[in-house]
């Protein structure tokens, strides 16, 4: 079925470095991709999507492109801060076989930037 | 506008006792799903309802999890009786299309511990 991977954590990263979260994905057809946050105590959230190949989502300093080519959609911000500090998961939806109303979600990787 | 609400935020409970969680989606979100997150996880799909409808529940342990969602507003989900492993996060997410690509927007969910 269709799974996500993603870099294991725990990051800690000092304010102001660069972050890359790796994401790959296995997924029959074209799914759509995310990234959602998870602030500590707080529920998920949207970060970014993308609906197709070669588009890039962004948000918040962050950015991610969807690369059919390499089944990914790594995370990506040029200078992280101490609000960044939270778990990022990486997901799908919408494959041949994931409908559009199901999320399959990577495990997640927590970040924590220090000042 | 409101976000997803969900109570108890926390609850703890000795295992074979019943447990019920509560989920009040945003207003005018007909789409509503019951995730459970395990420690270090990401979420997992249990069950998702379309207005009252509970259109894929194939991920529910239907022999001691039960849900309803009478009047396709607000949920219930239950658990009895429940086991030592049932300890996670429970969370609940609505969103307002069905079929498309669409956000869900996340609770802040439910913990809970089986002693």
């Known amino acids: 079925g269709d799974s996500v991977t993603q870099m294991e954590g725990p990051v800690t990263l000092s304010e102001e470095a660069f972050l890359t979260i790796n994401c790959t994905y296995t997924a029959t057809g074209y799914p759509s991709l995310f990234w959602y946050v998870q602030y500590p105590g707080e529920g998920l959230q949207l970060l970014l999507k993308a609906t197709k190949a070669d588009d890039k989502g962004s948000n918040k300093g962050f950015e991610a492109t969807y690369r059919k080519e390499t089944t990914s959609f790594h995370l990506e911000k040029g200078s992280v801060q101490v609000s960044d500090s939270a778990v990022y998961f990486c997901a799908l939806s919408g494959s041949m076989k994931t409908s559009y109303d199901k999320v399959i979600f990577g495990p997640g990787t927590s970040l924590s930037v220090i000042p | 506008e409101a976000g997803v609400v969900q109570s108890p935020r926390y609850k703890i409970i000795e295992k074979k006792q019943p447990v019920a969680f509560w989920c009040n989606p945003i207003?005018?979100?007909?789409?509503l799903y019951w995730y459970l997150q395990n420690l270090g996880q990401g979420p997992e799909l249990l069950i998702r309802?379309?207005?009252?409808?509970?259109?894929?529940d194939s991920q529910l342990p239907k022999d001691r999890f039960s849900a309803e969602r009478l009047k396709g507003v607000d949920s219930t989900l239950k658990i009895q009786p429940a086991e030592l492993g049932d300890s996670a996060v429970y969370l609940c997410a609505s969103s307002s299309l069905a079929g498309v690509s669409n956000e869900q927007f996340f609770g802040p969910g439910t913990r809970l511990t089986v002693l």
């Open positions: 207003s005018g979100h007909n789409t």
């Open positions: 309802y379309e207005n009252e409808e509970a259109v894929d």
